[in-house]
């Protein structure tokens, strides 16, 4: 999750075609490859944040697999409903 990841990739190291491998993956977990691989990076950016919660939020996006800093913050703020500024500092209220 944390190095750029496409269907195309993962197809290619498993000798498969790419709607096979997107076929079977969505079927095995009902996710698409590239939700799969967004919602590990939003888990492993809620883990950074909360275990370590001096570190700088684009640390935190680029160390999560995000490739900007602006982006993470959109897809955050998308999926969690808060900034991750807010979501730090509601965890850290709640210590």
């Given amino acids: 999750y944390m190095n750029k990841l496409t269907l195309q990739r993962i197809s290619e190291k498993l000798n498969l075609s790419r709607s096979y491998v997107a076929q079977v ?26 275990m370590e919660p001096h570190k700088p939020l684009k640390d935190v996006a680029f160390e999560s697999g995000f490739e900007s800093a602006t982006h993470f913050s959109r897809y955050f703020r998308e999926k969690v409903g808060v900034s991750a500024k807010e979501y730090r500092q509601r965890r850290l209220n709640n210590r």
């Fill in 25 to 50: 993956f969505k079927a095995m977990t009902g996710y698409t490859v590239m939700e799969y691989v967004m919602e590990c990076r939003l888990t492993q950016a809620k883990y950074l944040i909360e």
